[in-house]
């Protein structure tokens, strides 16, 4: 069975035209409210076991009702869902059987008439949990494609593997002893539990929506694109602005490191011998398209085209270690729709991603902390500090028993016990990893840096240098993104934020990363010059003018709502004045700002401070906030 779940202001139908097996039926027309509409297919499969298919199926619409909270439910026969449908005499009674197990459960239930042509109208809400499928299969039954001549999506053996494989999970404290996650006393480390909780649960969707999608939307760095797939969003200028520093910033560290950048394409070839080999060993799955008569798929990651780069290029010992980057916009993984909210988990998203060729394992070894080291120190100039994010560092039993030292250093540097994950045997392409987990709201976990430790990836692609000697030799090869996603960095951040809200602090971005550094307020039309004035003073920052004609309290409020660092209101006391008071929202409290006098000197000395040797970016709309747009309506 296959069920696409839409929770709708509304759907209504008309029957149009029979079948030859139409159902009969006493009414052409019906409406319901506040529905959640269950778009179902029955498939040939289903035939095995139909009654084990209403039970399975009637607990996932159940499931989903209560997520979203919907008390009457639609079923609509939907035989676009599948290209394997079952007999209609099974569709009808499976159909019939759910009706009957859904108004079991207390819900007000219509079921659409089987067998007719049928018009509908339907409105979604549009949340992020609106739209979501699910495929009940009966015991034993294989997966078969969802629509109608439509590709399988590509699953790698990796990711299959990854599913099935035998892990073990530890707690290891900065005294170097493995412990049990499940005795371990978590006192004073509340955060890493609900790591370890997140990770041995193995379940990445989400049953609320997160903080940070108001947030998102209030301050308007993003949305959801309702034009594209799920997991494709839309950045406002303001989001815009702040990728581009985010993005900016990355490359800039990794350039101190030596790393070049370069540009590879974004879809390869699924027969290309070396990258299937490759896809099989990585754990994502990929969206597919087929062109030329060629099956291609888009890249998840750049390794891709920096590997087949390596292979051509021509290396000496001498140019080790060699780091390439490439600021991927976009990668692409077509992750579970149940996982898809907000910024934390998307389908096409910017990955800083950079390798390292290194001579041998203990070359990369030292490289592989010296980019630890790095990616904490990226991360805490962004605005997330050690305390902000929990450890997770997995490798092979054999590494480990080989490098206890090694692993305890990183522990140690970290001040705090991490999540450790142990195989048996090696699937994956790396021997030793870490990424660096975002806890958020919810207590759901998001990667952001990471870096990897290859042993395969050099013999697969035919990666090689010249020794000292003249000899041919394989480089050990690193994985790093010292940010993780760009977009995963702004979701982080602005979680953060809310959470420190909660705690009763004032919530803001990074000066650096604020889309408007200094907001001057006019109280009248008669203060706009001076402010326009100050303005130009303030030249090489963000700074606007709320020149709109709105009351001073209002124009106060939205400055708060936007995160403003900086707030100055000039009015008929500061036309004169070198000195005017300023908001400093670093130093507020809630409903109770911290107000400053400074001289423009004094406020440029600040905000120089405050941006140091980080990029810079201009405003990204109109100075004069009366002729700015509103690209979202009321939250």
Known sequence: ???????????????????????????????????????????????????????????????????????????????????????????????????????????????????????????????PLSELSRTIRPEGAESISICAGEKPEAVSEALKAEEKLKSYFYVLDVDGKLKDPKAFDYKGHEKLKAFVDYEMAKKRAVDRVPPHVELMRRLELADYEPGSDPGNMRFYPKGRMVKSLLESFVLMEAAKKGAMEVE??????????????????FPARQYTVVADKKNLFLRFAACFGQFLMSHDMTISYKNLPLKMIELTRYSFRKEQRGELVGLRRLRAFTMPDMHTLCADMGAAMEEFRDQYEMCINTLDRIGLTLDDYEVAIRFTKEFYENNKGFIEGLVKRTGKPVLVEMWDQRFFYFVLKFEFNFIDSLDKASA????????????????????????????????????????????????????????????????????????????????????????????????????????????????????????????????????????????????????????????????????????????????????????????
């Not at 498939?43 to 209560?66: C, H, L, R, S, T």
């Open 264 to 281: 590879t394409p974004i879809m390869y070839d699924m027969e290309h011998p070396t990258l299937k080999k490759y896809l099989d060993r």
């Open 448 to 635: 952001l840096s990471t870096v990897q430790i290859d042993v395969e990836n050099a013999e697969r692609y035919d990666i090689a240098y010249t020794d000292q000697e003249g000899a041919k030799r394989r480089p050990v090869i690193l994985h790093c993104s010292p940010s993780g996603a760009i977009e995963r960095c702004i979701y982080a951040l602005l979680e953060k934020e809310f959470m420190e809200g909660e705690r009763g602090l004032v919530p803001m971005l990074p000066v650096w990363l604020s889309p408007t550094q200094v907001r001057i307020i006019s109280l009248s039309d008669r203060h706009v010059e001076r402010c326009r004035e100050l303005a130009k003073k303030l030249g090489g920052f963000r700074v606007d003018i709320d020149d709109r004609e709105e009351t001073v309290n209002k124009k106060v409020r939205d400055a708060a709502k936007e995160w403003v660092p900086y707030v100055v209101t000039i009015g008929d006391a500061e036309m004169g004045k070198d000195k005017f008071p300023v908001v400093v929202r670093s130093e507020s409290m809630p409903n109770k700002p911290a107000k400053v006098e400074m001289t423009v000197e004094e406020l440029i000395r600040r905000l120089q401070d405050d941006v140091d040797a980080l990029p810079v970016r201009p405003l990204p709309l109109a100075e004069s906030l009366a002729k700015r747009p509103k690209f979202v309506g009321s939250i």
């Open 1 to 127: 069975m296959q069920l696409l779940l839409i929770h709708s202001d509304f759907i209504e139908y008309e029957a149009k035209k029979r079948t030859p097996v139409a159902e009969k039926i006493s009414e052409q027309k019906d409406r319901m409210e506040d529905a959640l509409v269950a778009f179902i297919a029955v498939e040939k499969q289903d035939e095995a076991n139909p009654k084990y298919v209403v039970e399975k199926g009637a607990e996932a619409i159940a499931g989903v009702a209560g997520q979203v909270k919907a008390n009457r439910i639609m079923l609509y026969p939907y035989a676009h869902l599948s290209s394997s449908l079952s007999s209609p005499k099974v569709a009808v009674e499976v159909l019939t059987a759910l009706e009957e197990a859904m108004k079991s459960k207390g819900y007000e239930v219509k079921r659409a008439p089987f067998g007719w042509y049928k018009a509908f109208t339907i409105k979604c809400k549009g949340h």
